[in-house]
């Protein structure tokens, strides 16, 4: 164990005798400075130092308070200036490396703590050169830092101290009313100043002071635009590195800024007020105008410095307490008109430039790099496109948050891990292409200022390199985004007017676009057409067939309807002119019209005295000339034996057709004394119920023609009490269902009565079964019957013959026209039936 | 022949005409002699049932009758009223009751008349050629086609689906023969009905033109 030595850094072990770890190159010298005797740190410094004695002197008050405030011993060691120290010593082998030396590193030693004050002055100011040094490295540098050059920036940062120390008595005012405003930020603000972070250098005091309390309102907090003015003093900065040759996180910084060459900076600082918005160049004109009015004799660098203070103040001293005094010099309307200068301004530029590259540099400067920039002259537009401004003096406070927006991002990764560790190294800086010759595009970013805007889309965002990926602000990044805030509406009236991103007060309803127009075409796809095809060529050939068949139909109906009644005209009219005396009549007559004479000749004629016979009419006037036809022989042979008719008609006209067909019977038989021995009893209403109440009771249910004569009185009915009292019922009609019910109410009511019927030709074949039941006692059915009735009376055939033969004439046609009718139909169907085989 | 025979004979001959025009389709002639035919009945219809129904049925007996008649006369006074409340949708109900009155008794006399006087005098005489006691082989044949017949009438108006498929029961075989037998029967009974009308509407026929051509005849010798 004792010849080994264990790195700290690494934990790689290396010889005892080593002086440098083999690995990554820790220098064990350090450590292994006898720590009783002096620190070697300390020792280290003091080397660092003794090149530079001169400066002792100008150190600032503060680091020489700072470890007698602090009360630290000698003996203890920071961790953060051990690993400043190891990463200088680190950066310095790395670049002998890179370099090709090969001489070791002097051991540093030191001797009190003097110049441990000194070594820290000088730390930072190695540090900043070590940082700048890698940083070059990295980036192929071709400038190697002037170690002349930034003595004498640290020169400038000691002059820059006590300028800072002598402030104008503006700035004493205002940090007065500071207090007034924010007593415990400013005790704060002074326990910082007893804090070892004074005594850091200034970009590690910013860090760690942002890392300690974001909330304490700190110089460095300022945003990056107001950073170079309130850091940067004209005379302080006389180091020839460019700010724009580091990153962002490091140009932020004080180390690196205090460094920058007077003239330089002045350069610089002129070049950035020209490419800085109007409104912040004319805030600091503004600043320096007063500062030089109130004392023109001071120095140029004490005006900047007063100026940059004084706007840095100003700018904390409004966002906090906006309605605080202020002073005489600076009015508040001063500044609200500024502001909506400011805005005007902003709202300008957002219309101009919509859409700005995060880093753009002046052309002199893009010349004067070598290296990639990292500071755009227009960052500040990138960061103030988010600002809400507010448009009231009393919104001021809400522009803070904004201002430190983008810097807590880079403290944030800086917090933890600080740049300088060499193993530590960010990753996109691991990642870096030293060959990227990225800096071309950016020479000619001013031609693509001027080109037109939809060249900006031409631009392949791909090629940016990663790290500039990486610190670049989310604005750039999702720039729709920040276009889209800034154009929320500002309230113009009411309450809230001027306010910006608030419930608007407008109305809804004229945001409101027009409903969208829906078109109502059908997408129909191919295959679709070609199903509307097949069914339009199946649909149509049948539409044309029906109708072709309708025109036929309709030509063949009407010679129809003409053809068949003129050719039956002219038959039966032919017949009518024919002489029929010699027919020959049918010798077999049906058995229901013989047992109807029987029963009326035979039956009624049995008695002496005349018999009363009912008549029921159940006839329409259409079938008053087959009845009467029919009917006649029987009505002439009931007058002639005198008998005593009653009638009455369950149908309306049945009561007509009676009245005629007894009259035509009466003017064959004038004997008949047919006014006396002829009852009509008229029309009988109730249907069914009114024939089964007439068959009940005759005599209260039938009504009489003669209302105000009393019919049942007289003496045909008067011996008539029910409707058994009748001899015979004769029922003539044309319907077989009226027939039905006569039938049935008979046989039910009064079984024994006789019960004749004489019936057109359509009702009798219905009323057939009940004459095979012997519900009827006989029957004389159509022309057939009436001819039977005849022929067994032997009375006059004149009419009725000639009926009979002019029927069968017409019965001959109307057998052709059943025949005919069922051949073209059969042929009909064959034409139909070929005709849909042929059109499947 | 006086002047009013005349006139009735030529106004009888000019509507039989007017009803023959039809020969040469639908025509305002056949129109005007349908409608007067219609409007004629009507109001034949009209006066002789308020003539022969209302006045002596309904009026008189409240007028002449005595105290029974009058109250028992409330009654069908009251179901004619009701009967009036079918003239509107919102009160047809009301008239319900007479028509229900009258649907009922209807109802009941004709089911007790059809049931006695014609489903069992038929029954009755489908049966008879079977009777042992008169048993005939013509009797036989002709009471088994009459009972073919009826069966198959009566089968023919079964109230179902008719199924088509293949695999059919035996039973809706038999239901679908015995409809086919039932259709030939009906078939026959209705040709004999229409062959019954067509000779009613022949004579029908004759006689009007029997009468045109003796009308004409009369006309024309003076």
């Known amino acids: 164990m004792t010849d080994k030595i264990t790195c700290p850094q690494c934990k790689t072990e290396n010889n005892f005798s080593s002086i440098k770890c083999v690995n990554c190159g820790f220098n064990f010298q350090i450590n292994s400075v006898d720590s009783g005797s002096e620190p070697d740190w300390l020792a280290l410094l003091r080397d660092s130092n003794n090149e530079d004695q001169s400066t002792e002197s100008n150190l600032p008050d503060t680091n020489e308070n700072f470890f007698d405030l602090n009360g630290r011993s000698d003996d203890e060691v920071p961790d953060w200036l051990n690993r400043i120290r190891d990463i200088k010593q680190f950066d310095e082998d790395f670049k002998k490396i890179e370099s090709g030396k090969t001489e070791e590193l002097h051991p540093l030693t030191s001797t009190d703590n003097s110049d441990l004050v000194n070594s820290l002055r000088d730390e930072d100011q190695h540090l900043d050169e070590n940082s700048i040094d890698w940083i070059a490295s990295l980036r192929d540098i071709q400038k190697p830092v002037d170690e002349e050059q930034l003595l004498n920036s640290e020169k400038d940062d000691e002059s820059h101290d006590e300028e800072i120390s002598n402030l104008p008595p503006e700035m004493d005012e205002i940090k007065k009313d500071w207090q007034i405003e924010f007593p415990i930020s400013l005790e704060l603000e002074n326990d910082e100043n007893v804090t070892p972070a004074e005594e850091f250098p200034d970009w590690l005091s910013n860090i760690t002071s942002k890392s300690k309390n974001d909330e304490n309102l700190n110089d460095l907090e300022i945003p990056n635009w107001l950073t170079p003015n309130q850091e940067v003093p004209i005379d302080r900065a006389n180091t020839p590195i460019e700010p724009f040759n580091l990153p962002e996180w490091l140009s932020k910084t004080n180390f690196l800024v205090d460094e920058e060459p007077k003239e330089s900076s002045e350069l610089e600082r002129s070049d950035e007020t020209e490419n800085l918005p109007d409104w912040i160049n004319d805030i600091n004109q503004n600043k320096e105008k007063k500062t030089l009015d109130e004392s023109p004799s001071d120095e140029e660098s004490e005006g900047s410095v007063e100026a940059t203070f004084d706007s840095v103040l100003l700018f904390n001293k409004l966002d906090m307490s906006p309605e605080s005094k202020i002073g005489d010099e600076f009015k508040l309307d001063e500044f609200d008109s500024e502001l909506n200068e400011l805005e005007q301004k902003i709202n300008a530029l957002e219309r101009d430039q919509p859409e700005e590259p995060a880093f753009i540099l002046d052309e002199s400067e893009l010349k004067s790099l070598s290296v990639k920039p990292f500071i755009g002259i227009d960052e500040s537009e990138d960061w103030f496109d988010n600002i809400q401004l507010p448009t009231t003096s009393d919104d001021l406070i809400e522009v803070d948050p904004h201002h430190h927006k983008v810097k807590p991002k880079i403290e944030e990764a800086d917090k933890h891990v600080l740049p300088f560790k060499f193993d530590n190294v960010p990753d996109w800086l691991e990642n870096i292409d030293f060959d990227y010759n990225e800096i071309e595009p950016l020479q000619s970013m001013e031609e693509e200022k001027i080109s037109d805007s939809s060249d900006v889309d031409n631009i392949e965002k791909g090629k940016l390199p990663e790290w500039l990926k990486a610190i670049r602000p989310i604005e750039v990044v999702s720039p729709d985004i920040s276009r889209l805030k800034s154009q929320k509406i500002i309230e113009k009236s009411g309450p809230l007017a001027g306010l910006q991103d608030v419930l608007t007060s407008e109305s809804i309803t004229k945001t409101y676009s027009p409903p969208p127009a829906y078109s109502v075409t059908i997408d129909v796809t191919d295959k679709q057409k070609s199903h509307v095809r097949i069914l339009e060529e199946i649909i149509s050939p049948v539409v044309q067939f029906n109708k072709s068949k309708k025109k036929s139909k309709t030509i063949l109906h009407r010679m129809e309807f003409i053809l068949i009644p003129a050719f039956l005209l002219l038959i039966i009219t032919y017949s009518l002119f024919v002489d029929h005396t010699n027919l020959k009549f049918p010798e077999i007559l049906p058995a229901e019209a013989v047992r109807f004479h029987n029963l009326a000749t035979g039956y009624l004629n049995r008695n002496q005295s005349p018999s009363h016979v009912l008549v029921v009419f159940e006839t329409e006037a259409s079938s008053y000339p087959e009845i009467n036809l029919i009917s006649v022989g029987f009505f002439e042979n009931l007058f002639l034996n005198n008998h005593w008719v009653t009638s009455i008609a369950t149908n309306p006209n049945g009561v007509l057709v009676s009245e005629r067909i007894l009259r035509d019977s009466y003017l064959n038989v004038p004997s008949y004394n047919f006014e006396e021995r002829n009852t009509n009893l008229g029309y009988l209403p109730g249907y069914g119920i009114g024939i089964q109440a007439f068959l009940s009771n005759p005599k209260t249910t039938s009504p009489g023609i003669d209302l105000n004569l009393n019919i049942w009185e007289k003496p045909p009915l008067s011996e008539i009490n029910t409707i058994n009292d009748f001899d015979m019922i004769v029922l003539v009609t044309d319907n077989s269902e009226n027939a039905k019910l006569w039938i049935e109410q008979i046989n039910l009511l009064v079984p024994d009565s006789d019960l004749l019927l004489i019936s057109s030709a359509k009702a009798s074949p219905l009323l057939q079964p009940y004459l095979q039941t012997n519900q009827i006692d006989g029957m004389l059915s159509g022309i057939i019957g009436g001819l039977a009735f005849n022929l067994l009376s032997q009375s006059e055939m004149n009419n009725i013959g000639r009926y009979w033969a002019i029927l069968q004439l017409g019965a001959i046609v109307f057998v052709f026209y059943i025949l005919a009718g069922g051949v073209i139909s059969i042929f009909k169907k064959a034409l139909t039936s070929d005709n849909i085989e042929k059109n499947k | ?222």
């Open chain 2, 1 to 222: 022949m006086n002047q009013d025979q005349f006139f009735w004979l030529l106004f009888s001959f000019i509507l039989t005409i007017m009803v023959f025009s039809y020969i040469f389709g639908d025509n305002p002639l056949f129109r005007i002699a349908t409608y007067l035919f219609i409007g004629v009945a009507s109001a034949y219809v009209f006066v002789l049932i308020f003539y022969q129904v209302l006045i002596p049925k309904l009026i008189m007996p409240i007028f002449t009758g005595d105290t029974t008649q009058r109250i028992i006369q409330i009654i069908p006074i009251t179901l004619s009223i009701l009967l009036f409340f079918k003239l509107s949708k919102r009160t047809s109900s009301v008239g319900n009751i007479s028509l229900a009155f009258l649907v009922g008794s209807g109802s009941a006399v004709i089911l007790t008349s059809a049931f006695s006087g014609t489903l069992l005098p038929m029954i009755d005489m489908i049966t008879e050629p079977f009777s042992l006691n008169s048993l005939n082989f013509q009797k036989l044949i002709g009471g088994s086609i009459l009972l073919l017949g009826a069966i198959s009438s009566l089968l023919y108006f079964q109230f179902s689906t008719i199924i088509t498929s293949d695999n059919q029961s035996i039973f809706s075989r038999f239901m679908h023969y015995s409809k086919t037998v039932g259709t030939v029967f009906i078939g026959i009974t209705l040709g004999s009905i229409f062959a019954g009308v067509i000779i009613s509407s022949m004579l029908a026929l004759i006689e009007r033109l029997n009468f045109i051509i003796t009308f004409i005849y009369n006309l024309m010798s003076g």
